[in-house]
């Protein structure tokens, strides 16, 4: 059965975005990059929130013929363009990219998304990921912990989110100093320990 990956970069005090959806402290270089592309070339599907969703498709879509972009840059426009997406939202109408709209987290779906054939699934935006661990629907946490804070904006995991009990899987530090932290769920009898 595929797996639901949260993948989320956050600043060592817990914020997926600082301000206004500042993003500016996001310590993206090549290495990190082209790790991401690694992890995301497998994946079977995108799951995003309609933010997170409007944010990669103003970008990504042509982002491979910019003359700016890095070679990790154009690998992963040719990675999101290809890989089918989920998005969630109840107001978007429709959406390009090889994408499907979905207006609510229904446990019972996502459980259907999982058995289907493929690769595991990457979720993306906070929001999202609040609704998904309120239905214990996440199966592994990939944070990549960036060395700054940032003081304010939205957090990753808002106050009153559920309890999960999870296990140190993977720790990996990066040259520019983000570091991954890997976890996956502990199956239910392990969660006394």
């Known amino acids: 059965m595929r797996k639901v990956i949260l993948m989320m970069s956050v600043s060592l005090d817990g914020f ?43 970008f990504w879509p042509t982002a491979d013929a910019d003359p700016s972009s890095t070679g990790p840059m154009v690998e992963f426009a040719a990675i999101w363009r290809d890989m089918p997406k989920f998005v969630f939202s109840r107001t978007m ?11 609510h987290v229904v446990p019972e779906e996502i459980e259907a998304l999982k058995a289907r054939p493929g690769g595991d699934m990457v979720l993306g935006g906070a929001d999202l990921a609040a609704s998904f661990m309120r239905h214990d629907l996440i199966d592994e946490y990939r944070l990549y912990v960036h060395p700054v804070v940032i003081g304010r904006g939205k957090p990753l995991f808002p106050p009153g989110a559920a309890k999960v009990v999870l296990g140190l ?9 983000v570091v991954l932290l890997r976890y996956e769920r502990r199956s239910p009898q392990r969660m006394d320990m």
Do not use: C, K
């Open 16 to 58: 997926i975005e600082g301000p206004d959806h500042d993003l500016g402290w996001h310590m993206v270089d090549d290495e990190l990059h082209s790790h991401f592309n690694e992890q995301l070339r497998g994946m079977g599907a995108f799951l995003d929130g309609r933010v997170t969703y409007e944010l990669m498709a103003g």
């Open 169 to 177: 899987a993977e720790t990996r530090t990066f040259g520019n100093g």
């Open 93 to 103: 109408e429709g959406a390009g990219w090889n994408t499907t709209v979905v207006r």
